[in-house]
């Protein structure tokens, strides 16, 4: 239970780094959406325990560096709702970040790997 | 601003706490009214408890409050010094003016320049008081901790201050010897410019309104 804790502590942590990027590309695999499919789309992608607290401040934010552009529709007799689709400069900032880790996943990956195969004990 | 709240009282209660703690951090108001509107649709489309998927409101609000340029305390204290000066000057006067105007026409009395400068004295007096010892109660947050501090806490002890002041004018004017008056200076001229200047003020401070984005 400790174990699964900590897993799940470090998870947050290292998403922190990387949020911007996965809501970036699921903008681009996914077109133009809303918050609360955003949030389920990253969800199903394994990404858990999202709250509409991280996720719309990230979007804020994202949108004002110019790399998602928002836009209010009016829904089928719900309110409202604010649809985010990805920009230029998203999909640019996007390509060099996904580059960026997946050479730092693999570097890391590559160390506990090593870590594993020679974890002789003195 | 018309935000639209559901039938959960406690999705109206949550956004107006919020509207409350966004607007104490000077988040501005169109960036209120979307972040309101985010929250309501979010509710609306999850049926969570919005504290269970935003946080406090003060918490929520300070996320924005911290990516939001206008609402950092990025100014310096030379900054915030003078423009609280201003404020308390302009609403202090205008109030003054106002009320010694009416006077002046009613022809009940004279303004004097000693009354002038005693009132200038007081204004100065209350500024030392309301930075050095109101303005950081005020600034604490619901933390406990201590806060940049906002215009509208400010604001707030110097509309008390600048009615108090207005208020000691009136007494001050039956307990001063007579001076050199300022007969020169027409009532009704002094009580215009004191509307006007109260009026910009207003206009000025209720300027950034909060708009829902979904019209």
């Not at chain 1, 947050?12 to 780094?17: I, N, P």
Request: glycine residues 12%; proline residues 5%.
């Amino acid at each position: 239970m400790t174990e699964d804790r900590t897993i799940t502590d470090r998870q947050t942590q290292w998403l922190r780094g990387v949020l911007d990027l996965a809501v970036l590309a699921t903008l681009q695999s996914q077109g133009t959406t809303y918050g609360y499919a955003l949030i389920q789309s990253l969800t199903e992608a394994g990404i858990l325990d999202l709250k509409g607290g991280t996720i719309y401040p990230l979007l804020a934010r994202l949108e004002q560096e110019g790399l998602v552009s928002s836009e209010w529709h009016a829904g089928d007799g719900g309110p409202g709702r604010k649809y985010f689709t990805i920009t230029p400069s998203g999909r640019a900032t996007l390509a060099n970040g996904s580059a960026g880790w997946i050479d730092f996943a693999a570097s890391i990956g590559t160390i506990l790997r090593h870590s594993n195969t020679t974890g002789a004990t003195p | 601003m018309t935000i639209r709240k559901g039938a959960k009282p406690k999705l109206a209660v949550y956004l107006d706490n919020l509207l409350l703690q966004l607007r104490l951090r000077e988040v501005p108001g169109d960036r209120i009214g979307q972040i309101l509107a985010e929250v309501q649709t979010h509710v609306a489309d999850t049926g969570l408890d919005p504290v269970d998927a935003f946080g406090e409101p003060g918490e929520y609000a300070a996320t924005y409050a911290a990516q939001t340029p206008a609402s950092r305390p990025a100014r310096g204290w030379s900054h915030v010094w003078l423009r609280d000066l201003g404020v308390f000057v302009v609403g202090t006067t205008a109030c003054s003016a106002v009320i010694v105007g009416v006077l002046q026409l009613t022809g009940s009395v004279h303004v004097t320049a000693r009354l002038l400068g005693m009132w200038l004295a007081a204004a100065a007096v209350g500024m030392v008081v309301f930075h050095g010892v109101l303005g950081p109660l005020m600034a604490r947050d619901t933390a406990g901790s201590l806060k940049p501090r906002t215009f509208t806490s400010r604001f707030m002890v110097l509309g008390g201050l600048a009615m108090m002041a207005g208020v000691a004018v009136v007494v001050l004017i039956g307990l001063l010897p007579t001076g050199p008056t300022l007969a020169s200076v027409p009532g009704l001229g002094l009580a215009a410019a004191g509307l006007l200047a109260m009026f910009a003020l207003v206009r000025h401070l209720s300027g950034d309104r909060v708009v829902d984005p979904r019209g």
